[in-house]
């Protein structure tokens, strides 16, 4: 069974201070897709990024960026320089990979970080 | 290009009544998806379709939950006989398949059923 956990339920920090989402995972799979969402107040869950298991490269994204380290059974997000607009809650999600051109399945989520980044 | 969209984006409905969620995924998006977020439970998945595939039911919490997807494109989402426990954001997805490294699911807003 595939699990995903968020520990930290809550993170509060003040405009631009750096801070770390962290993503823990579990799967039998050899194959699957991590991802992390952001969910605003308006509610909508708006993609982030996606990365392959068989891809371990680290990704940046102007100010956002994922360490994926599969030794570990971690993929954490940073935000560098946090602003007020990226007060939201966060979802980190896995997704098997199935059959030889690595179909994604049903998405498992944690149970999120909100994050909160005041003045 | 325009996105999933979902409605009605909120449906007040009686316990023991049936209702109706509908989706409608991006153009051309091959998978379709059904999850459904409350306070209790997190994001849980419902159901998923792909292609011409049999339907992954494996979510569905009851027998009283079925969906349908015709043609390939709209998707319904019907609860019958309707719980409190029912209450929760009803969130349909999409995806396009394009081989390896293109699979991400992009959401609707989702329908709030509140069931009184």
Redesign the interface.
């Known amino acids: 069974a595939q699990k995903v956990t968020q520990a930290q339920t809550e993170i509060s920090v003040v405009e631009k201070e750096d801070v770390t989402l962290d993503c823990v995972y579990e799967t039998r799979d050899t194959t699957y897709y991590l991802f992390w969402y952001k969910q605003p107040p308006s509610g909508e869950l708006v993609f982030l990024i996606r990365r392959n298991s068989f891809d371990e490269q680290n990704e940046i994204s102007g100010r956002y960026s994922w360490n994926f380290q599969k030794s570990t059974s971690s993929f954490n997000f940073t935000i560098t320089a946090s602003q007020v607009v990226d007060s939201a809650v966060y979802f980190c999600a896995l997704s098997e990979a199935l059959g030889s051109a690595g179909t994604a399945s049903k998405l498992t989520f944690g149970t999120g970080t909100r994050l909160q980044v005041t003045l | 290009g325009a996105g999933v969209s979902q409605s009605p984006s909120n449906k007040v409905t009686e316990k023991g009544k049936d209702v109706e969620l509908r989706c409608d995924p991006i153009s051309g998006h091959t ?1 379709l ?1 059904w ?1 459904r977020q409350s306070l209790g439970q ?2 849980e ?1 419902l159901i ?1 379709f ?1 292609g011409n595939s049999a339907p ?1 039911k ?2 569905l919490p009851s027998d009283r939950f079925s969906a349908e997807r015709t043609g390939g494109s709209v998707s319904t989402l019907t609860i019958q006989r309707t719980q409190q426990e029912d209450s929760a ?1 009803y ?1 349909c ?1 999409s ?1 396009l ?1 394009r ?3 293109s ?8 329908t709030r059923l509140t069931v009184t």
């Open positions: 998978a998806y999850y997190g994001l998945f998923y792909q992954d494996s979510g954001v969130l997805a995806s398949d081989g390896w490294g699979y991400e699911q992009y959401f609707g807003p989702g």
